[in-house]
Structure formats: C-alpha cells, structure tokens
C-alpha cells in the first residue's frame, strides 16, 4: 500500500499492464471485499482503467486502501498500492475537488495548525512520543497517563502533539503530504531525536516508511517490554481487532496479545485478524464518497467478533466499531481496566474531543523543557483564485518570450562584446534592451556578472548602476514567479540536501533576512538561489524588496570598477577604478566576516 516514491512511467503501461497481465482471475481476493464484488477482480479493473482511465480514477477513492487483496493474492500482487497510485494520478491531473472530504481535510488541518499542535522536548531528549490526534481528543487522560509512563521507562522522553497527514497521504494529495510531513522530520532531525515512541497504528505506517531516519516503536512494544506500573488483573474473553496499517506488523501484534494477556484477558482468535484482518470501515476515506462499502466492512467485523468484545489498538477503529459493538482501546485496559470491561471508561465524542485536545496541550505546556514550538508551517497549495490565475497567466507569457528568446538566437547578444555593438545600434533604445537582456539572465540560468560589467563600460558608474540593479532585481523576480506558479516540481527536484533544508528552515523562522543574508552570503548560486525561494512560503514583497537592497553593494562595486575600464586600457588608473576595486574587495570579505562571527556566537542566521 505505501511506497517511498512516486510512479515513474506513465500508470497506464506500466503497473496497470503489470496488474491486467498478472493477475489470473482467482477471485481469492474478490469474494473478501465489496469493493471488489462490486467492480470486479484488480486485473479487469486494469483493463477497464486502459479503456476509461477518467471514469477508473475516480473510482480508486471507493477503495478502503487496507490491503486485505495484497494479503491473499497468490499472485503477490499489491492492488492497494496501485489504488493509491490511481488516486494519486487523479489528484496530479485535478480530477478530484474534495468537497466530500471537506471535513476530514479540516480535522487534519487542525492537527497540524498553532492552536493544537505542540512540540515539548527536555534537556538531553533524543525520544518522543507522537500520540496522534484521536487518542488524544478521545482518551486525553490516557494520552496523558501514557506519556507519565514512558517517562519512567526512557529517559528525558518529549512529546509531539501534530498530525501525521496520513489523510492527505491516502487521499493521493502527495505534494501535500511530503511538504508538511519532510517539514515535521526536519524538525525533529534538526534537534536530534532519534526515536518516535507512536499509539497509532497510521502514524506508525507512516513514520516507519517515509522517516527511515528514525527508529519507530510503539507503546505497546514498550509495555510489553516492561510490564504495567497498575498491575490489577481483570478476566474475559475478547477478540482483538489488528488495524490495517499493522497488517503485517507481526511484533507490533504480538506485543499487543502479550500485553492483554499479562492483563488475564483470554484472547479468542477469529478467522480474519493479523495479516487476514477487516478493514474496521474507515480506511481509505472510504465512508466519504461511498459509505455503503464502509458499513459493509464494519457489519463484517463486528459480525465475525459477536458475541465477544472488540479491542483493538487503533482509536479511530474503536470509535467506529463501539457504535455497534462493545469495543475498547488497548490503553483503556491498560490504565483503567475495571471500568473499561464494565463499559464506564471515559470516553469523548466530538466536538468535546477538540477541547480536549487543547486542555491536554495546556497541562503539557506547563511541563519544563529545553525546546518547544507551536507549528506555524502551512503547506503551499495552489488554489484556483483570481489572483493566483492572474499570475500564472503572467508567468506563463515570461515562459513563452523565453522560448522565443532562444529560438530566435537571442542569447548569442549576452556575450559582452555583442552586447556591447547592440547597445549601441540601438541609440535611445540601449538602455530598455540592455535591462530587458538582464532580466531575462536569471531565468534562463546564464551568468550576470559579463552583462554587469558591460553596464559599467557602456553607461558609467550612476546610469550603470541604475540600469544594472533593475535588471537583476526585475530577473530575480521573474524566476521566482515561474519557480513559485510553473515549475514547481521541476525546481523542487534539483532542491537536495542540507542547504536546501537549511535554506527552507532559515526563511520559516527569519522571512526577508533570509534573504538578505542569502544575496550577500552564497549559499547557492545566484540563479539558482532565485527559484530556490519561489518554493519557499516568503512574500513575493518582502523577498523583491530584500533582494534589491542586499544585491545594491555588489552592484556598485563591480559597475563602478568597470566603468574604469577603458580608461584603464589606455594606461589611465582612474579614481573610479581605485573605488571600484576596493568595493570588490569589501564585498568578498562579508562572507569570511560572516564566518568568523558564527564560529565565535554562533547566533546568526
């Protein structure tokens, strides 16, 4: 069900020939999901796709994405992971508005904003705990009785109130989830910690495929490890319900069985649990577009669990389940077992579970520690608006005069001398062409100190400087617009490694001195750098202005040394040249300056 990237070639001849020409029909799977009762076997659902991949895309959001088919396919095919793929196609070429999806969208959204999420690690914290949303709305006592717990068992152990967007993940909204998930690892990177203690099964899945980085372990892992601090005992029989992330998580599932069975509960096994079991009718959305397939999945669970009570260790499986079935949380026997058994365990229904929430992130926030932070970063969507399409258009007319540029073998004047004759033939019209040359350098990644110096040559050190500083500031801005509205993914490809991630923290946290500090202490090319924040959530105002003023030294002092040129070819050392080349020299030595000062503070940016 989930990858660590993205489908390369095109769906419809790659994995979809894969599936169609794979799988031979058995039914095996068929006869276990309504999905697939309703829309056939995943190898003619392949073939129908090649012949209506609009009506087929759509119909991917029906899929509860629980893997019960990967499970039983002799074939070892993996049809929810191409069901995703659908969907990620369908949301790529903007077939899906959401609308139906509107409020789960929200709640995820809430999780990830200011008001709720909360970020709390001590002195020395190399571990957290990530409780995820639900059991914290639902069981915010326990949430909080679970964090006590493993406080005692690891030492200086954080906690991460935050959504993993695991919504947006299996809605196949992918450049969403991997700029707000690559976010939250940095964070969590960038301070060190090394291990993401989860409760939820989804979380889990989603830490333990794309944060390789950390080590990913449950709470029932560790309970089992190290027993109850509450070691009353309760007795009952009861079936447990193995989430479908956990699917083939055989130590998660073990742990869960040893930590009820060291409870006294006898644990009755039925035919669909472990890497067999039910969807409990809430994975993949589902319930949104098409809620007669979610109920179906849910009849079939609580049918097959009747007459024995449900535990399971998922809270949202338990929510939907005990609105027809006793079903109870593993933390609820774990830290309340009497009351649990007996149906009186304290449990939360919306909207009390978002004031839960919030009281839960106040008592922790009263907790001493080293760092902590509220989470501020949104994801940049793009958003069919007036103002966003007038952009686009914008950007899209820059696109086309480049592609006329090149193909009309413009870019042969860019070499200084040419330039130089052009300026001239131009009369009046010099200036405008050699500012429009400077704007277009940046976009087209070509070098801008030849055209700088040129400047300075052809129009002396005040009309050079005003020309030149238009044209560069004018050029940067164009290639934020196109990285920003067009080509974002494109940019974002060749954006790797630690200073781009530096880069993308520095902006968060300091805005336009980012910037400023960026144009006078390279930390990419300058062309490059320019795209670089068109990614980056910085105002286009704030990032124009700052680019202007912290580009004005450089631009002065190498316009003023050129326009010292000619003078100096005929044997003449002009005070123009003495300025100039002193400017140079100063500019060159803010980085080293720079430098020297983190070395020593280590408080700059």
Request: one cysteine or more; aromatic letters at 10%; hydrophobic letters at 40%.
């Amino acid at each position: 069900m989930f990858r660590g990237s993205d489908i390369t070639q095109d769906l419809k001849f790659y994995v979809t020939n894969a599936m169609a020409d794979t799988c031979n029909e058995c039914g095996v799977c068929k006869k276990e999901c309504g999905f697939l009762m309703t829309y056939g076997n995943p190898g003619s659902i392949a073939e129908n796709y090649k012949a209506d991949p609009g009506r087929w895309l759509g119909i991917s959001f029906e899929c509860s994405l629980c893997g019960l088919c990967t499970s039983v396919c002799p074939k070892e095919l993996d049809p929810a992971a191409w069901f995703l793929d659908l969907r990620k196609e369908a949301v790529k070429k903007g077939l899906i508005n959401f609308s139906k999806h509107k409020t789960l969208l929200n709640y995820e959204k809430k999780g990830n904003s200011k008001k709720y999420s909360l970020y709390s690690l001590p002195e020395n914290c190399d571990t957290v705990f990530f409780p995820g949303c639900t059991l914290a709305g639902t069981r915010p006592a326990n949430t909080l009785n679970t964090f006590e717990y493993l406080k005692k068992q690891v030492e200086n152990t954080g906690i991460v109130l935050d959504c993993c967007t695991k919504v947006s993940h299996d809605l196949g909204r992918q450049d969403y989830f991997n700029e707000m998930f690559f976010e939250m690892k940095s964070f969590l990177i960038k301070h060190k910690i090394k291990t993401i203690i989860v409760a939820c099964p989804n979380c889990h899945k989603i830490f333990n495929t794309y944060g390789k980085e950390f080590k990913v372990e449950t709470v029932y892992d560790i309970i089992s490890r190290f027993g109850f601090d509450d070691t009353r005992k309760i007795s009952g029989q009861i079936t447990i319900h193995d989430p479908c992330p956990m699917r083939f998580e055989k130590s998660i599932q073990d742990s869960v069985r040893s930590v009820l069975r060291k409870k006294g509960l006898e644990i009755v096994d039925t035919p669909h649990q472990k890497s067999k079991t039910f969807c409990c009718g809430e994975g993949g959305s589902v319930a949104c577009v098409s809620p007669g397939f979610a109920q179906t999945w849910k009849r079939k669970r609580v049918n097959e669990a009747s007459p024995h009570k449900i535990v399971s260790y998922c809270a949202g499986c338990v929510n939907l389940l005990s609105k027809s079935s006793d079903a109870f949380h593993v933390l609820d026997l774990v830290f309340d077992p009497e009351k649990t058994m007996a149906g009186k365990a304290k449990i939360s229904k919306p909207p009390f579970t978002y004031l839960n929430r919030l009281k839960l992130k106040r008592k922790l926030k009263r907790k001493p520690a080293k760092t902590t932070r509220e989470r501020t970063y949104t994801a940049f969507e793009k958003k069919r608006r007036n103002g966003v399409v007038l952009k686009l258009i914008f950007a899209g007319l820059i696109i086309a005069a480049i592609a006329w540029t090149r193909a009309a073998g413009a870019l042969a004047y860019l070499d200084p001398g040419k330039l130089s004759g052009l300026i001239h033939e131009s009369g009046n019209l010099g200036s405008v062409i050699y500012m429009l040359v400077y704007a277009l350098a940046p976009a087209l990644f070509l070098p801008g100190l030849p055209i700088t110096i040129a400047g300075g040559i052809l129009f002396g050190p005040v009309w050079g400087i005003v020309y030149s500083i238009t044209g560069a500031t004018t050029g940067a801005g164009i290639a934020f617009l196109i990285s920003r509205y067009i080509s974002s993914d494109f940019i974002e490809s060749k954006l790797t490694g630690p200073k781009w991630i530096k880069l993308q923290d520095n902006v968060k946290k300091h805005g336009w001195k980012a910037v400023a500090l960026t144009r006078l202490i390279p930390l990419f090319p300058f062309n490059l750098l320019n795209y670089a924040f068109g990614l980056t959530k910085i105002k286009f105002s704030h990032y124009i202005i700052a680019t202007f003023i912290c580009m004005l030294p450089a631009c002065i002092a190498f316009i003023v040394f050129s326009s010292s040129l000619l003078d100096l070819v005929q044997g003449k050392l002009s005070k123009e040249f003495i300025i100039g080349l002193v400017l140079i020299v100063m500019v060159s030595l803010i980085p080293v300056i720079y430098n020297k000062i983190m070395k020593k503070g280590k408080n700059g940016i």
